[in-house]
């Protein structure tokens, strides 16, 4: 039977909470709260900050088909968002990068979906608050440890 720290209740508890976060998001999305920029597609931008990447790879790192990932960057790309990059050694690879528009609309859907955020969390106390960064940090850690995994593997 699995204690109540152990890693087999803290991965359940986390698997069950994953799912809330994501809708929680996704409602602020759909409400516009956030810019422009739907739930994805601050993804996508946050995946070009730090360098452009093939549509494959998009694909890849969003776990969707290229055609998907396509029509992503394409809705992007008519907002100014991203431009196509032809390879400097390969013409025929064209890489995906971010514009300057496209970093700050990046920006301002994080500040804002920060904001609301940092009002829900305005509710813990100061103890609660320290508990969570920590929290934070080491599931950071675990998650690029899983990131690592994941994109050595594929």
């Known amino acids: 039977m699995a204690t109540a720290e ?3 209740a803290c991965s359940r508890d ?3 909470l994953m799912p809330q ?3 929680w998001v996704e409602a602020h999305a759909g409400q516009g709260r956030r810019g422009d920029v739907s739930l994805r597609q601050m993804a996508v931008l946050a995946l070009l900050a730090p360098r452009p990447l093939t549509v494959k790879q998009l694909a890849d ?4 088909t290229a055609g998907v990932a396509t029509g992503l960057v394409d809705r992007l790309e008519r907002s100014g968002y991203v431009e196509r990059r032809p390879g400097r050694t390969d013409q025929r690879v064209v890489r995906i990068a971010l514009t300057a528009e496209g970093r700050e609309a990046r920006q301002r859907a994080e500040h804002a979906l920060g904001a609301e955020l ?3 969390l305005a509710e813990l106390t100061p ?3 320290a508990t969570v960064r920590q929290a934070l940090g080491l599931l950071g850690r675990v998650a690029n440890k899983t990131a690592r995994k994941t994109s050595s593997a594929g």
């Open 127 to 129: 103890a609660e608050m």
């Open 14 to 16: 986390l698997v069950r």
């Open 61 to 64: 790192r969003l776990r969707v």
């Open 6 to 8: 152990s890693p087999t």
């Open 21 to 23: 976060l994501h809708r």
């Open 118 to 120: 940092a009002a829900e």
